[in-house]
Nanobody, 125 residues
Framework: EVQLVESGGGLVQAGGSLRLSCAAS????????IGWFRQAPGKEREGVSC????????YYTDSVKGRFTISSDHAKNTVYLQMNSLKPEDTAVYYC??????????????????WGQGTQVTVSS
């Protein structure tokens, strides 16, 4: 059974930091790219960052470049999203997802095969 379990969300003031974790099981780790998406109320789901477990290549959407860092711990089958200098506009439910043989040139949510349940990130001003 495939499982993606997110953790690390919470409430933080603007300028603060959070680290999200996505623990995965039930599939061949190296075959997948793991992505972080977010969805704010009334908005479409947005691709934030992804990493290929095959070659550790990464992608970031423009609004988080220089503030967020994605990394993969292959021994633990866990992907992290370190979020620094958080802004109120980063407030959303954050989801991790897995895409078999996924690209890190772009992020299309319809190409992702498995999804976690999401974790809430709230940034207060």
């Amino acid at each position: 059974e495939v499982q993606l379990v997110e953790s690390g969300g919470g409430l933080v003031q603007a300028g603060g930091s959070l680290r999200l974790s996505c623990a995965a099981s039930g599939f061949t780790w190296d075959d997948y790219a793991i992505g972080w998406f977010r969805q704010a109320p009334g908005k479409e789901r947005e691709g934030v960052s992804c990493i290929s477990n095959a070659d550790d290549s990464t992608y970031y959407t423009d609004s988080v470049k220089g503030r967020f860092t994605i990394s993969s711990d292959h021994a633990k089958n866990t992907v992290y999203l370190q979020m620094n200098s958080l802004k109120p506009e980063d407030t959303a439910v954050y989801y991790c997802a897995a895409d078999k043989y996924g690209s890190t040139w772009y992020m299309n949510p319809f190409e992702y095969d498995y999804w976690g349940q999401g974790t809430q990130v709230t940034v207060s001003s």
